[in-house]
């Protein structure tokens, strides 16, 4: 069974920055398009950016983009998500997801982790 367990999120001040982690157990991370997804009190869940199994394509959210850094490293099966410049609006409970080549949604989610960002 493939796990997904975020870490690294907490309360930081706005202009502040997070890199959050996402460990990948059950199964080599290197078969699975990566994504990290949000959401914030009162709204739906959102993605912020995603990246593919090789590592060599990369998606944001135009509202994190030129902020928020996606990378991986298969040898480690684990995803990360460097978030600088944050702002208040980033609050959120953060999600990693994957999913294989095959499947059209992601199919694993981790259990999430709290970012809040105060003023």
């Known amino acids: 069974q493939v796990q997904l367990v975020e870490s690294g999120g907490g309360l930081v001040q706005a202009g502040g920055s997070l890199r959050l982690s996402c460990k990948v157990s059950g199964r080599s991370m290197s078969v699975y398009n990566m994504g990290w997804f949000r959401r914030a009190p009162g709204k739906e869940r959102e993605s912020v950016a995603a990246m593919n199994s090789s590592g060599g394509s990369t998606y944001y959210a135009d509202s994190v983009k030129d902020r928020f850094t996606i990378s991986r490293d298969n040898a480690k099966n684990t995803l990360y998500l460097q978030m600088n410049s944050l702002k208040p609006e980033d609050t959120a409970v953060y999600y990693c997801?994957?999913?294989?080549?095959?499947?059209?949604?992601?199919?694993?989610w981790g259990q999430g982790t709290q970012v809040t960002i105060s003023s």
């Open positions: 997801a994957a999913k294989s080549l095959f499947q059209k949604d992601y199919v694993y």
